[in-house]
């Protein structure tokens, strides 16, 4: 790969703007996600992150602005069309089909991955190869005993597993995880964290988290966001030190 | 018993089968209506794949069964007395109107749904009573009869062959259904009713999938509509009605949504309370069923299948 | 030109009196989210008390109004208590269907009450008369109907925009959750609106029974009419109810006078059209 491909590898976002009415919820935002980065955005409820987040997936088209990916400019594309390219998020609150187990669900991203979603006259679980990649990815995080309960009686903190389960079997290049541990007691949340530790090295992962030390052990730069503008960014140490963020987290640290 | 292990699909098939055919040699005097609940349950499980497991809250389904009604009335009259390649032209019809009126319909949001699609169904009414040169207008269309099925069965007067036929074809496409509800875009169509942003962020085009099925769903609409004329010999303006959408909404409900078992038994169970209580006085049947309805809303609002021990997913 | 001021005047007629019937079900289901199908059971069960108590006691148009209004409200208020706030919650399949059901048991009742005949409210002298203005004869009835309907319009805007009861009603419209923790009874709130769309779903009843004959299948034959007029109009909008009964009912009129092979499919249509254009009404909000 030349300089320039390696430069424009990933995902970037350029001067990007999103207004509602009167109301600018995103401004100017430049973010680079390269591949194998470690990205968290952190601030103050409202500041954007979800907007941000919706931005970059294509449920929000932006009011100005552009998002690359690998040099090419993805600002039209369609939400389901940004999936099929690498860009997957997991839900800050779950979304996930009641009724179904982990197995179904992961068996579900994978068919539609592969395009199988239109399949009208096979049964779902007939295709063997892709059993075994769900099993496998479900070993991965550890959910195989739980594989095939409902999700809807599973603790809180095994759903959030699943939806980075989901999450990883659509094979994600560009990766956003919407506050993972978010309402996981805290006993659970050990096995979410190492879920993140063990995600692909090559992938691009932007977590969006108020948890400070899922926050300080995870990322390797850090993108704080205030009233939908970047207040700053830069390296783990230098955001602790910063005193501008200091008082923004000040009274903050009970969650953290 | 659960519905979704093989076995006990198995026995509850095979019951129903063997219920159905014993229709044959237990009750024969009562084929007619036999005839007129299969085709109804045909319509009803077409519904069912709709609004039970795409979540597409539609009152006008009746059109599409109309339409396809019509369109096998038409074709018995002007073009061939074949009875299955008039299925064909039912099932047809009705994909089509399904897609076209699908583009549109897809791409509002549910309230606004519910509300358009009882306009067009409407709207065909209209056109069908304003046709009338056509379509007979409110005295219907009738004077056809139709070949034997397969060249081997003729229509007999007793309503034997229509019997075996509407059960035959509608016995078959039910096992289709639930062969499609079972596959990858089965799945995903139930994931789009319950979690369209969720499928979304799979990758999944919603819109193209619920046009899919509905226009899937609008095709066996049609064959319903097709088979009704069919075994019947007439079509009128009712099949366009509000009512039979409301009817059919019921019956599905009744019997749970989502299972397709619910939509045979809920139909079963309507049309046979509604020729009991249709004898005693009209009026009252309305009341009866309003009540019912009512009932089974705050009571049972996952259907009756939900309540009986063998019912649940 | 004398044929277009005909249809204005019988187009706008009509669409005041869909007006009156639909502000309230587009109040409520702006409000409450709850799909209604029974909102016109309040007009014929007004239409048929003034009726009843017009040919059978020989009471005055007005008194019998005014019972007949009080009798919808009576109806409205136990449906209310028992009945919608309990499924407040349920899914719209679930809504339709209760709703559905309640149409078919009002409907076996007034057939069982006044059979399956229409039924005529009988116009006071003063309503059956004509205004003659040289180019037209105008029917008294049409003018009383279109002026009740902008004094009507005009009371409900000053209803929303003046008073306390209009705020909150608006803060719950927007935003249900926001406003009862600003302390705003939502619940009265929705009462409230709830009654009063049925006493001018009633008026509307009763005022219309020209246009909209009294019958036992009133609610079943309108239902479709009074939907799409909220639908068109935007659920939860006062304006919107006005602004898309006054255009539909002047296409409809037109339609019948214009193109009368197409009865009544140029109202649809034209609903069609206009949804596929703004999907939430022409006033309405982005339901999410």
């Given amino acids: 790969m030349s300089a320039q491909e390696i430069d424009a590898a990933g995902l970037s976002v350029r001067n990007l703007n999103k207004r509602f009415g009167g109301l600018t919820v995103a401004s100017d935002l430049n973010v680079d996600l390269p591949p194998g980065s470690r990205t968290a955005l952190i601030g103050p409820n409202g500041a954007g992150k979800t907007t941000f987040a919706g931005l970059v997936t294509g449920i929000l088209p932006p009011s100005s602005g552009t998002i690359m990916l690998d040099g090419e400019d993805i600002t039209r594309l369609s939400a389901a069309r940004r999936v099929k390219r690498g860009i997957v998020r997991t839900f800050q609150i779950t979304t996930l089909l009641k009724a179904m187990t982990p197995r179904e669900h992961i068996r579900l991203a994978i068919l539609e991955r592969r395009n199988l979603g239109w399949r009208m006259f096979s049964g779902a679980s007939d295709f063997r190869d892709v059993e075994s990649e769900a099993a496998s990815i479900l070993e991965q995080l550890i959910l195989r005993e739980d594989a095939d ?14 939806e980075i389960a989901i999450a990883l079997a659509l094979r994600p290049r560009i990766l956003l995880l919407d506050e993972p541990a978010a309402g996981v007691p ?4 050990g096995v979410i964290i190492d879920a993140i530790r063990t995600l692909p090295e090559d992938l691009a992962v932007l977590i969006i988290e108020h948890d400070m030390d899922l926050v300080f052990s995870f990322a390797k730069r850090i993108v704080v966001l205030v009233s939908g503008a970047i207040l700053t960014e830069g390296e783990p140490g230098e955001i602790a030190a910063d005193p501008r963020v200091r008082a923004l987290y000040l009274g903050e640290e009970a969650h953290g | 018993m659960d519905l979704s292990s093989l076995k006990s699909r198995l026995v509850v098939d095979l019951g129903l089968l063997a219920a159905s055919i014993a229709m044959f040699f237990v009750l024969p005097d009562q084929l007619g209506f036999a005839t007129r609940v299969i085709t109804t349950v045909l319509f009803v499980l077409s519904l069912d794949l709709v609004l039970g497991y795409a979540g597409i809250p539609t009152l006008g389904h009746a059109a599409i069964f109309g339409i396809g009604a019509y369109a096998a009335g038409l074709y018995a009259l002007h073009v061939s007395s074949e009875p299955l390649s008039g299925l064909l032209v039912a099932g047809i019809a009705g994909a089509v109107i399904a897609f076209l009126t699908g583009l549109l319909l897809l791409r509002v949001n549910k309230l606004t749904l519910v509300m358009i699609s009882i306009a067009m169904a409407q709207i065909a009414l209209e056109i069908a009573n304003q046709a009338s040169g056509l379509t007979g207008g409110a005295d219907g269309l009738g004077g056809f009869e139709l070949g034997p099925v397969l060249g081997l069965f003729a229509f007999d007067f007793y309503g034997y062959t229509a019997y075996g036929y509407a059960l035959a074809v509608t016995w078959l496409l039910f096992l289709v259904m639930r062969r499609l509800m079972a596959s990858p875009f089965g799945i995903s169509c139930q994931g789009v009713r319950e979690q369209p942003r969720r499928m979304e962020a799979l990758g999944v085009s919603v819109y193209w999938r619920l046009v899919a099925i509905y226009t899937i769903a609008g095709s066996i609409a049609g064959v319903a509509g097709g088979l009704a004329t069919q075994t019947t010999q007439f079509v009128s303006l009712e099949v366009l009605g509000f009512t039979v959408s409301a009817e059919a909404l019921i019956m599905l409900i009744i019997g749970g949504t989502g299972r397709l078992y619910g939509a045979i038994i809920g139909t079963i169970l309507f049309m046979s309370a509604h020729d009991i209580a249709a004898g005693i006085a009209p009026a009252n049947w309305l009341f009866v069923i309003g009540a019912l309805v009512i009932v089974v809303v705050l009571v049972t609002p996952r259907g009756l299948l939900s309540i009986l021990p063998w019912g649940s997913r | ?87 407040y919650g349920m899914d719209d ?121 009294i019958e036992a299948n009133y609610p079943l034959r309108y239902l479709v009419l009074i939907l799409l007029v909220v639908a068109v109009g935007g659920m939860g909008s006062i304006a919107g109810s006005l602004v898309a009964a006054l255009l539909l009912g002047i296409i409809d009129t037109a339609g019948r006078y214009f193109v009368p092979e197409l009865g009544t499919i140029m109202f649809y249509a034209a609903t069609i059209v206009i949804l596929a254009v703004k999907p939430n009404g022409l006033f309405g909000r982005k339901v999410s």
């Fill in chain 1, 149 to 162: 309960r409902r999700v809807d009686r599973l603790p809180y903190g095994k759903q959030r597993l699943v």
């Fill in chain 1, 186 to 189: 805290s006993g659970e949340s």
């Fill in chain 3, 1 to 87: 030109m004398q044929l277009l001021l005909s249809i204005l005047i019988d187009g706008v007629a009509y669409g005041m009196i869909l007006f009156m019937i639909a502000v309230g079900l587009s109040v409520t289901m702006g409000l409450m989210r709850v799909v209604n199908l029974a909102h016109s059971v309040f007009a014929m069960a007004a239409g048929f008390t003034a009726h009843w108590l017009i040919s059978r006691f020989g009471l005055s148009f007005e008194f019998s109004a005014l019972i007949a209004i009080l009798v919808a409200m009576a109806i409205a208020w136990p449906l209310d208590l028992l009945l919608f706030r309990r499924i």
């Fill in chain 3, 93 to 213: 399949l679930e809504q339709v269907l209760l709703t559905i059901g309640l149409v078919f048991i009002a409907i076996a009742t007034a057939t069982v009450l006044f059979g399956t005949e229409v039924r005529a409210v009988k116009l006071p002298a003063y309503l059956t008369g004509s205004l003659d203005i040289g180019v037209r004869v105008l029917p008294f009835h049409r003018l009383v109907v279109i002026v009740a309907g902008i004094v009507i319009a005009f009371l409900l805007w000053c209803l929303v925009e003046k008073t306390r009861f209009g705020i909150h009603l608006r803060a719950a419209v927007d935003n249900e959750g926001t406003a009862a923790s600003l302390g705003i009874n939502t619940s009265r709130t929705y009462s409230y609106a709830f009654l009063l769309g049925a006493a001018l779903a009633a008026l509307g009843g009763i005022l219309g029974a020209e246009l909209l004959p």
